[in-house]
């Protein structure tokens, strides 16, 4: 059950947020977790981090990278995350009922292993109780419900949020219900609108598709006084061309072209399930927060899961009584369980040590003061970027798909329109730059720097690590498995590592040496609550 590592890739094509990015830089050992995330520039530059005086770069108090309280959201792994590791397996064993018909009645609970169709709206809620729409999640507009699987443990949904389903009746619950176009607003209506707005302090502001329950009893102090009033009656899909004007903090507020882009009149009375964003969460801003989905029913497509037991452990699974031997427990459902949780807590550690890095990293920049940055390093990591763009762009498709590298750009890098991406990657160079002089700024002061013999030890161990990478991945394995011969196999993998030192280049390994010696007890400087 133990997983393979995996070494990070070298620089994407695709650049990340300038903060991923310095994270990156600093997670650079975290080699069974980040994969693709690497921003190191692999050509040589002109500072030697070993030797340079890293002080006419920046300023870093001691009290700044060491003896400091850090407050972030971790995972661990318990006898809850077993059982859904344990419920995901069953899922995955599924087979449909009813001979392959499966469609049931929206009258019977929904049990573990089903598809269920359903539309969705995500939200949090502030620190005053009101709901913060998710970005994204929400498939209201789309002309497709989305077919969930109960127990597949989807990553895009907070956890706990399929459990929350499993025994609920359908039937029970309002069919989602969208308004056609040119169909009129009602009062009670929840409705998606986009407008233009003026303010009594002379602010605007332009707005696309934004809820509003008009059911609320608040709206006059968001909108202005009769705003509700004002909706009611429109047709959706139809803009309103004339202004809107209501009374606003004493004066006026007045809105142009609204238009009615979406209705409903379901939402009030929807199932609503809530779950937790694990810590590793994609989205920075949602990890370890409780969010909640209101949930609308389309269909239910039924599955037959197998039962939990020894049989399913050593027929279906096929593990074998050697590697559960390896586990405490009486029966073999409970060295399964204990091998489920060792594999749980193993995953789990990894990904709180990119947290902690993560947070490391964040503290440090916020923290530093950067007196000057090399300007000659910075150009240089540049052009590497400007390269990898280009090459991006010229390769495949994308050159007749954008008008320009320009427009390309933009896109790829996902900036807003007129963003310079020139500036984005100026500051992405400065940004890792910044974190290779904190680190090794540090690690010298403490002394962390490793002997002669723990820097080949480690060195060894970064470029093994990678070449066991690169012959158990999706195109060499395959190929080295053909060959019976054992020469002939020998020779294929020094060809594969041949080729992977040339790719990766020798500064990439002597750097992970570093990194790999000294980060975790930089890391271990702080105290995380």
Not at 193 to 200: F, N, V
Request: net charge negative.
């Amino acid at each position: 059950m133990k997983q393979q590592k995996k070494p990070i890739a070298p620089p994407p094509k695709k650049p990340v947020n300038k903060k991923a990015l310095a994270v990156a830089v600093s997670a650079l050992l975290l080699v069974s977790i980040i994969v693709g995330v690497l921003v190191w520039a692999l050509t040589p530059r002109p500072i030697d981090y070993l030797k340079s005086d890293l002080s006419k770069y920046i300023k870093l108090s001691e009290g700044d990278y060491k003896g400091y309280t850090l407050n972030i959201p971790l995972d661990e792994a318990n006898d809850a995350s077993v059982e859904r590791k344990i419920m995901q397996l069953r899922y995955l064993k599924r087979t449909q009922k009813n001979n392959g018909s499966g469609v049931i009645n929206l009258g019977l609970p929904i049990g573990l292993g089903d598809s269920v169709k359903i539309y969705y709206r995500g939200y949090t809620l502030d620190e005053n109780g009101k709901e913060v729409d998710i970005d994204g999640a929400i498939n209201f507009f789309e002309g497709s419900a989305y077919s969930l699987g109960i127990g597949s443990l989807n990553a895009a949904f907070p956890v706990g949020m399929e459990e929350a389903l499993i025994g609920k009746i359908p039937s029970s619950y309002p069919i989602f219900t969208k308004k056609t176009p040119g169909g009129i607003v009602e009062e009670g209506d929840v409705v998606y609108i986009s407008y233009k707005a003026m303010y009594p302090d002379g602010t605007s502001r332009e707005v696309k598709t934004e809820r509003v329950d008009l059911s609320r009893t608040d709206l006059d102090s968001i909108y202005g006084i009769g705003f509700a009033g004002k909706i009611v009656g429109l047709r959706i899909g139809e803009t309103e061309k004339n202004p809107i004007s209501l009374p606003y903090d004493g004066k006026e507020a007045v809105y142009f072209d609204l238009n009615v882009d979406y209705a409903t009149n379901c939402e009030s009375a929807s199932l609503t399930v809530s779950g937790r964003f694990p810590a590793s969460y994609d989205d920075p801003a949602l990890r370890g927060k409780t969010a909640y989905f209101d949930i609308y029913f389309k269909d239910v497509v039924a599955y037959d899961v197998p039962e939990y037991n020894e049989a399913f452990i050593t027929d279906v699974l096929k593990i074998s009584s050697e590697e559960l031997d390896k586990f405490e427990g009486d029966t073999v459902v409970e060295k399964h369980r204990a091998m489920l949780l060792s594999a749980e807590r193993e995953e789990i550690e990894e990904s709180n040590r990119t947290l902690k890095i993560e947070a490391v990293q964040s503290h440090f920049l916020e923290k530093v003061k950067i007196k000057k940055l090399p300007k000659l390093e910075i150009e240089e990591l540049y052009r590497e970027y400007y390269v990898q763009l280009q090459t991006e762009y010229m390769n495949g498709y994308n050159a007749y798909v954008y008008p320009s590298l320009n427009a390309f750009a933009e896109a790829y890098l996902g900036l807003n329109k007129g963003e310079s991406w020139q500036d984005y990657l100026t500051e992405r160079a400065k940004d890792v730059i910044l974190s290779d002089i904190i680190f090794f700024y540090i690690i010298r002061k403490e002394g962390i720097v490793p002997t002669a013999e723990e820097y080949q030890r480690v060195y060894d161990e970064a470029v093994e690590m990678h070449l066991d990478y690169a012959l158990n991945n999706d195109i060499n394995k395959p190929e080295l498995d053909k060959i019976t011969d054992p020469d002939e196999k020998a020779k294929k993998i020094a060809e594969i590592k041949a080729e992977m030192m040339e790719y990766y280049g020798e500064e990439y390994f002597e750097r992970m040496a570093y990194y790999e010696f000294a980060l975790d007890t930089v890391v271990a400087f702080a105290t995380f609550a």
